[in-house]
């Protein structure tokens, strides 16, 4: 059985039409190196066909348990506010049409056929739905192991400690496959910011996980609950193994913003984002960028009871982020594929190189992770967004062609 896949005729990031060989879950040569490398005479063809080659997308941030793609459409009936949200979730999950196993799952069959194959999802866990959820979300990436490779963040969507139980479902969803420890907004929904998250680190530190918070709190707020997380990172010693979701604090232009992004670099935090539109909720990427924080992007709820947005499409999702922050050179919007591709795999995976000269993701030693989308250029693809044509490369084998599972 051969392990080795040559693309012929294609354009890494839209550079000029070359050859890339890959063996071993690694690109292993491209271009002139091709022809010279032992694997090549053995390897399977993919022809190209002269479409844009890039890295895979990395959705950083989705909610698999909530998912209602696939099914009927419910207008939505949440009141305004987060709690209107999180109270709404609570009200109808139970009487959706399919389990939550089988609704994680087609959404994530989803994500994948349209060239997702690194995904981090949060699995709710509360007193409510103890850990129906998360077991939705494990059943999911089981599915699909051979496909994608799924992180989850065990998330208390509810609060830690405003139901009782709470800490000890964590502790055993971790214990049960779960990869991160997850927080929320620790000023506005537990209302003790330091017994909220000395909890989300002391169950990170006995479990050697990571930790993924939920920070919608806007403002001086925002950068208060910032300011505790810091410590606490800092504290640990986990740097590098910490997320902050959302923080649209750091797009309000306070004075304060400075220092926190200085914090959040040195403290190798990573941002993901998920482009939603309006006031602080724009953060200022191309300032990050230059810090070197890692930032990724990803869809949020899909089609659930928090909104009616959501298609799996992380390539949707790039031009809606290039939309909301007002991008128009090609530069600009590449900066946008990046991110939602490379840039989140760095989120994922911090070990991965950054960006250096020209495009990363599809050089000699970097994963098999890559996607092939029709295009004039990687503007082009984003703007236009196309349905067919895309093939799906995950550990180095194609998994999807055309919208659809291989």
């Not at 795999?345 to 990363?360: C, F, H, Q």
């Not at 967004?385 to 895309?390: E, K, V, W, Y």
């Amino acid at each position: 059985m051969t392990t080795a896949l040559l693309i012929t005729n294609v354009r890494p990031w839209g550079a000029e039409t070359t050859d890339v060989l890959l063996s071993g879950g690694v690109i292993v040569a491209v271009g002139a190196e091709v022809a010279t490398h032992p694997s090549a005479p053995t390897a399977e063809i993919l022809e190209g066909e002269d479409r844009l080659l890039v890295p895979s997308f990395s959705d950083t941030h989705v909610h698999l348990d909530s998912t209602r793609l696939g099914l009927p459409f419910r207008p939505y009936s949440g009141e305004p506010g987060r709690d209107g949200r999180i109270y709404n979730d609570r009200a109808n999950w139970r009487s959706a049409e399919k389990s939550v196993s089988e609704r994680a799952t087609y959404t994530l069959e989803r994500m994948i056929a349209h060239g997702a194959t690194r995904v981090r999802s949060h699995a709710q866990v509360d007193a409510d739905s103890g850990l129906e959820k998360f077991a939705g979300v494990l059943a999911a990436r089981e599915a699909y192991v051979d496909r994608a490779d799924v992180e989850i963040v065990v998330f208390p969507q509810v609060g830690i400690h405003r139901e009782p139980g709470v800490p000890e479902l964590m502790s055993e969803a971790l214990r049960s496959g779960g990869n991160l420890v997850g927080g929320i907004d620790p000023c506005e929904i537990d209302r003790d910011p330091v017994r909220h998250l000395n909890t989300v680190f002391e169950l990170a530190e006995r479990h050697g996980a990571g930790a993924d918070i939920h920070l919608h709190e806007a403002g001086l707020l925002g950068l208060f609950s910032m300011d505790l997380i810091f410590e606490r990172v800092r504290a640990l010693s986990m740097q590098g193994q910490v997320s902050i979701s959302h923080a649209p604090a750091l797009g309000s232009g306070l004075p304060q913003v400075d220092r926190a992004l200085e914090q959040i670099a040195e403290l190798d935090i990573a941002i993901t984002h998920i482009a939603p539109s309006g006031g602080g909720w724009v953060l200022p990427l191309e300032r990050m960028a230059a810090a070197g924080i890692r930032v990724g992007l990803g869809m949020d709820g899909q089609r659930d009871y928090w909104s009616p947005y959501g298609n799996a499409d992380m390539l949707d999702r790039t031009w809606q982020l290039a939309f909301v922050q007002n991008y128009n050179r090609d530069e600009q919007i590449e900066n946008a594929l990046e991110l939602a591709t490379w840039g989140g795999a760095r989120v994922i995976n911090r070990e991965l190189s950054a960006a250096g000269t020209g495009r990363p993701g599809v050089a000699v030693g970097d994963p098999a992770e890559l996607v092939l989308i029709p295009g004039e250029t990687p503007t082009s693809a984003v703007m236009d967004r196309p349905a067919l044509g895309r093939v799906v490369i995950h550990a180095g084998r194609v998994v999807a062609r055309d919208g659809e599972l291989c």
